[in-house]
Each structure stands twice: as C-alpha cells, then as structure tokens.
C-alpha cells in the first residue's frame, strides 16, 4: 500500500523492466484503421501518448486495457498479455477515461470507495484508502459532497483519484486536462508530476497538449493516423546539432549580412522583446568566434549565443510531416 503510506522513490520501481510491450498490433473499425501494426516498448516511466484527436491514442489504451480486441498482433502489460489475461491487467493497472462518466448521485467517498471494493479490499480497509486517496487529489474536504455539484476539475481529481484507489502499478491518464481552466490544469499537471515521481506509479499521459507532455514526461510515444511516428525520451531531444541561436542590440539585418558574407548560412527566428533572434547553421567553435569577432566590429551586445534547444513542437511537426509525405508516397 505504498502509495497511502509512504511517498517512495520512482527509483525504486524496476526501471529496467518495460511497463508495456506491442507486437505488430492492428486494430481496424470496419474500413477505417485505428491503429496500423504498432510495435514499441514503454519504459517503467512518466510517458506522453502524444497524437492529434483520432491518432489512435484512445484506442490504444483500450487495447492495451484488454477491452479492444486487436485484428493482429499482441500485447502485454505490466507483465500480463492483454487478450488472454485482461483480468489481471486491470487488476493491477488504473484508467482515468476522457469521457465523464460518474455516477453524479453519489458522493465521491462512497463512489471511490466502491470502487477500492471492486479492487478486493475488505470495506473497512477501501474506505480508509479511498479518504486517504481524496487526500492525496485535493478533495478531502469535498469528498462527501454530490458528485453532480462539483466542478469539472473536481470531477477530474474524482477520475483520478478512482484511477489509483488500487494502488496500481500503472495508470493510463486519457487527457486529464480536457475542458479545465487555467489553474485547474495546473494543479491538475503537479497531481501527475507527483503520481510517478512521487509515489512511484508508471503514468501514461494521453494528451494532443504538446506543453503538457513537455512539462510532465520523461518519455514520449507519438501517433498519428494510426501509426506509430516515433517512441523516446525526452532527455533525447535537447540539442538541434549545427545551429546557435543569436540575438544582439544593435543592427541585427547588418549582422546576419555580414555573417553571410563570410560564407555563414543565417535564417531568422522569432522576435524576442523586440530583440531579432537569428539562427546561424553552424555550431562549430570558429563559428562563435567569428560571431563575438563581429559583435566587437559592429558594437553590438550578445543578448544570445547558445546552441538551439530542439522542442517537442519540432520533433511533433518534423517526425509526422516525414511519416504523412512518405505515406503518401506509398500511396
């Protein structure tokens, strides 16, 4: 029960083991093909399932939940195959659906205690963790209310707090942001910060919110059209290799013509506090020193002179808009 009696280290998790493996997984709705023989390996990590609305990601939860049959392929989960041990699979694996499907007459401690009931704990013992649960979501206070008279972000501390009564090995979180305002997904993104980092539970996060899955995961699955575009960590993606980015106080068009000049490919950026920010195509060390050179001929301050952090936005637009011209080259 180490999620209500103690906070433990992820690090303590078998790290080395993948929380999720698909083979080849096919799963067609008459015509139309919802996921297109996916294969990937899913560390025992805080994972973003990134994909626009109708990439397949909801149906590959569900598959993975073993409540969709594949047409091909396998899958296991958390050690268990999820079309011949779908039981077990849900016995130790917890689900946060986008739908809003509460039972709004009823109160949010007797609904997660119930649902701590289903898991197989004695009643006693499933109220205990359901108010301890409460506790952890924020809604100690509330949790003997209707559930018809809470918020949206309510409702969602309620799904999740359902989610992980069970104290599950794995938690599949399918946009836990959706239809909340500002502060309520703030609060909503610490909850799932704390829920792997913190209690030590594997989170796959199911969002098309690039920034969410920037800010709460460590690794990233991403689909589109129901394929599988690419699938690693984040830590992989820091650095645009060949490109600084530049921004100075001065005449930025005379400074990136002269660089020009020198045989240097410049583009420009964004514009920053009314700063012009450039890209220079070339990081090796006589590039900046020629640009500290040239910012000392023209009297111009550096505001800026890093290597370019690569986004998640730049591996999303890059890696689907290859995969979608090469379908369509197939095509």
């Known amino acids: 029960m180490a999620i209500l009696q103690s906070e433990t280290s992820a690090s303590t998790s ?18 139309f093909t919802a996921l297109d023989n996916i294969t990937l390996t899913i560390p025992r990590s805080s994972v973003g399932l990134l ?23 396998s899958a296991t989960v958390v050690g268990y195959d999820t079309q011949t041990q779908g ?11 986008e739908a809003d499907a509460l039972p709004l007459s009823t109160t949010a401690a007797d609904f997660v205690g119930h649902m701590a009931e289903m898991s197989g704990l004695p009643t006693r013992q499933a109220r205990q963790r359901a108010a301890d649960v409460h506790y952890q979501v924020g809604l100690s206070e509330e949790r003997y209310r209707l559930i018809k008279g ?14 992980i009564v069970h104290d599950p090995e794995l938690v599949f979180l399918d946009e836990p942001t959706a239809g909340m305002d500002p502060q309520g997904r703030e609060d909503m993104l610490e909850l799932v910060e704390r829920i792997y980092g913190n209690l030590g539970i594997a989170v796959v996060f199911s969002s098309h919110i690039l920034e969410d899955i920037e800010r709460v995961c460590d690794y990233v699955v991403i689909l589109d059209e129901g394929k599988l ?14 490109e600084i980015v530049v921004q100075i106080d001065g005449n930025a068009v005379a400074f990136a013509n002269e660089l020009r000049r020198q045989g240097i490919a410049v583009r420009s950026g ?22 500290r050179d040239l910012a000392v001929e023209q009297q111009a301050s550096l505001r800026t002179l890093r ?13 689907v808009g290859a995969a979608r011209e090469a379908s369509d080259v197939t095509r």
């Open 229 to 242: 575009v690419t699938a690693q960590p984040l830590g992989q993606m820091e650095t645009v290799r060949g």
């Open 307 to 319: 290597s370019r952090s690569r986004t998640l936005e730049d591996i999303y637009l890059g890696d």
């Open 150 to 163: 809470f918020s949206t972000g309510m409702r969602q501390r309620v799904k999740l707090a359902q989610a």
């Open 270 to 291: 964004d514009v920053e506090m009314g700063r012009d920010e450039m890209i220079v195509e070339d990081d090796e060390d006589r590039v900046y020193d020629l640009i």
């Open 51 to 73: 994909g626009a609305n109708g990439a397949g990601k909801t149906t590959l939860i569900r598959t993975l939940l073993g409540l969709v049959k594949p047409n091909t392929g």
């Open 14 to 31: 078998p790290a080395a083991s993948p929380v999720i493996e698909v083979r080849g997984v096919t799963k067609k709705f008459k015509r």
């Open 87 to 97: 039981t077990k699979v849900r016995e130790h694996v917890g689900y946060m659906p």
